[in-house]
């Protein structure tokens, strides 16, 4: 009789990698579960929980059973031309394969008559039925904790021995991301014996190094893994609870500070925090308010990087010169793990004060010099040369977009928004780069706005990042970014697949951005070409490749915001050079098609289309005196009369008003294309026809290319 219990399954190894560890402990209750359903041992409906510690990982599986269902298999063996003879009797090709099959043959004529006979294609077939005995919960327990094991998302592995259990004396090998060193197995209350890694499954393992009550810290069934092993262990098993337990704590700690303390927010850092420690316990810390001198952005970065701490900010969002810290012991007195910590951080911030001091004893205008010393690519020479293109870039935008005033604020910006990179605090702490150059103009009074510009040039620097909060700033990041891009290109170092050493679909999109989002009235052709020469002969023009790049980050970004690819393929495909027009001609392209002469007037215009196309070059020159056919001639006299209202409102930027003017050409177009032979035999009657199609497609497509919208 089948027996259905709960699964718990934990692997015991010495201490996993932080960063990595909700992944694998995810990994490895998913694959377990997904390979204990495919063999029939759990159901759909069984429900696994992950658990991961510093320590462990493990699973939780509901209604496993011990046995799975034993299943029916019809197997086709072979043609009954093939399998019996003229008389109906079995031929020894098919009493081999019944005897492969384990079918007993002891009576020809008898498993001749247990088989059955189908139609298979134009033949008959025959077929074995058998009962294909359900997997044991061991054995396909043993396969699925091995497949899991194989399967995890491993980022480095390590190799260790094993003394040999043989009766001869030696090591084994084993590779794994960390030394196992106990594996439980649990169906209800009972051990599964299984193996993997060199050990044998029990129903024990080991709880905190330092807190556990017991040891070893023994299951009596596997319903009771988490709650034995927080109380018998000192262990959070669950990842997601000791975060949350960690976060209370957080805000527990903070609010008992008072004034509004908040510790800063950061998922990643609290999912590293989450995956070092088996039971928390936070404490608060202090430092010398001295160092609150220090840019707050050097202090918390250090805390955050190097010491796992959790830096306090106040109700305004200033650092406090208090922090707390998550440790994984939590004894009476807890004075020698605080003051201990105290310890740790002060020589960190020390060296932050240190190179802050030493920093502003020069200008970042004496730093510029030093950036000729610096390689940025060995095709493209050093960060000295690519300052220089970015300033030639930055100033033929600048003059686009305002006075002399931005031209020179830009420049300046741009001249020393690199050289923060020479300086000890960005050498220690690359993160940082922008935001010392900020506060260092600052310290050499180069005013907000040009200091604002050095920091903001980086912007937006990831998906939601915000964009520079100035003019100049635009200026100069819009001209960092196509610098990389046009120079990349330019020498060939595209991105493929998932690589991207240069970030080039990221500077994309902060063109992309910047373009629309501040409605810079910059045409897209115009900036690549711009920049081109910068370059002098290092590179070669790849604009109209760089061109087609750019807007395809813009077709996928349309897409991710809920246009249709139909819609942005039709706005896309006349190559829009104001990109901050776009989303109106979307607008204008959705309502269009919303127009019951919208399918109508898309098939026409691809058939237009088609037909200039072939015709080759063709001339919007219309004689009306060769207009013979009433068709034509109503054609014509639509165009000239509702063409120039559609044209002032396009011109007027009411691209959704423009479409439906001309929405009225359906009836004139779909007589011309029922009533006119476009290629005639008379040239010039021939001519004039296509003339008359391309004034048509020539006021039909100036928004979008709407024979994209045909079915």
């Not at 029922?674 to 026809?689: F, P, S, T």
Request: net charge negative; with cysteine; proline share 5%.
């Amino acid at each position: 009789m089948t027996t259905t219990q709960n699964l718990l399954v934990e692997l015991f190894v010495e201490e996993l990698p932080p960063k990595a560890l909700k992944k694998l402990g995810d990994a490895f209750a998913g694959v377990l579960a997904e390979q204990l359903k495919a063999l029939g041992l759990a159901t759909p409906a069984s429900t696994v929980t992950a658990f991961a510690s510093p320590r462990r990982l493990a699973a939780h599986l509901t209604a496993v059973a011990d046995k799975a269902a034993d299943k029916a298999v019809q197997q086709k063996l072979m043609p009954v031309t093939v399998g019996l003879d003229a008389g109906g009797n079995a031929t020894p090709a098919l009493l081999k394969k019944l005897q492969a099959l384990g079918a007993d043959v002891s009576d020809p004529a008898a498993a001749v008559a247990a088989l059955k006979r189908a139609p298979d294609g134009k033949a008959e077939a025959l077929f074995y039925d058998s009962v294909l005995p359900g997997a044991m919960l061991q054995e396909g327990l043993q396969k699925a904790l091995l497949e899991s094991l194989a399967k995890l998302p491993i980022p480095k592995v390590m190799s260790y021995q094993l003394e040999s259990d043989c009766e001869l004396p030696g090591w084994t090998s084993v590779n794994f991301v960390r030394p196992a060193h106990g594996l439980v197995a649990l169906h209800g209350s009972t051990v599964v014996p299984v193996k993997a890694l060199g050990l044998s499954a029990g129903n024990s393992t080991q709880g905190h190094r330092f807190e556990a009550a017991v040891s070893p810290v023994v299951f009596k069934d596997a319903d009771s893994y988490a709650a034995t092993l927080q109380g018998d262990g000192a262990v959070i098993a669950s990842f997601e609870g000791r975060k949350a337990e960690i976060a209370r704590q957080l805000a527990a700690a903070a609010a008992k500070v008072g004034n509004g303390a908040r510790p800063i927010e950061d998922d990643a850092l609290l999912d590293e925090v989450t995956a070092l420690v088996e039971r928390p316990n936070v404490l608060t810390c202090a430092f010398e308010q001295e160092f609150l001198d220090v840019p707050q952005e050097c202090l918390i970065l250090t805390m955050k990087a190097n010491q796992k701490y959790f830096p306090l900010l106040d109700a305004a969002g200033k650092l406090t010169h208090q922090f707390l810290v998550v440790s994984n012991i939590s004894p009476t007195d807890a004075s020698f793990v605080i003051g201990g910590n105290e310890r740790v951080v002060r020589p960190r911030l020390a060296d932050a004060k240190f190179f802050f001091d030493q920093d502003r004893k020069k200008t970042l205008a004496s730093r510029v010099e030093g950036l000729s010393k610096v390689v940025y690519h060995n095709k493209l020479g050093t960060q000295g040369e690519r300052v220089e293109r970015v300033r030639a870039i930055a100033q033929s935008i600048a003059e686009q977009l305002g006075d002399a005033t931005l031209v020179a604020q830009a420049d300046q910006a741009a001249q020393l928004a690199k050289t923060d990179l020479v300086t000890d605090m960005v050498g220690e702490f690359p993160e940082l780069q922008g935001t010392m150059g900020r506060y260092y103009a600052l310290n050499d009074g180069l005013g907000e706005v040009v200091a604002d510009a050095i920091e903001d040039h980086y912007k937006p620097r990831f998906a939601g990042d915000t964009l520079p909060r100035n003019t100049a700033g635009v200026v100069v990041a819009l001209a960092d970014k196509l610098e990389t891009l046009v120079g990349m290109f330019g020498i060939g170092n595209l991105p493929t697949g998932d690589r991207d050493p240069f970030a080039l679909r990221r500077h994309a999109l902060g063109v992309i951005r910047m373009l629309v989002e501040k409605d810079l009235p910059l045409d897209m052709g115009a900036l690549l070409a711009g920049a081109v020469p910068a370059f002098g002969d290092k590179i070669t023009d790849a604009s109209a490749a760089l061109a087609d790049f750019i807007y395809d980050r813009l077709a996928g970004s349309l897409r991710e915001q809920g246009y249709s690819a139909q819609e942005v393929d039709a706005v896309l495909a006349l190559r829009p050079q104001r990109l901050a027009l776009v989303e109106k001609q979307l607008a204008a392209v959705r309502a269009f098609a919303a127009l019951p002469e919208s399918p109508a007037l898309a098939a026409a215009n691809k058939r237009v289309a088609n037909i200039l196309k072939k015709a080759g070059e063709v001339d919007a020159h219309v004689n009306p005196e060769l207009l013979q056919e009433k068709a034509e001639q109503d054609l014509y006299a639509a165009l000239q009369r509702f063409v120039p209202e559609a044209n002032a409102q396009f011109d007027a930027g009411d691209y959704t008003a423009s479409l439906q003017t001309l929405a009225v050409l359906r009836a004139p177009v779909d007589a011309f294309f029922d009533d006119v032979m476009v290629n005639a035999e008379q040239m010039d009657l021939r001519l004039n026809r296509q003339g008359l199609l391309k004034s048509l497609h020539d006021a039909m497509n100036r928004v979008a290319d709407l024979s994209r919208l045909a079915a």
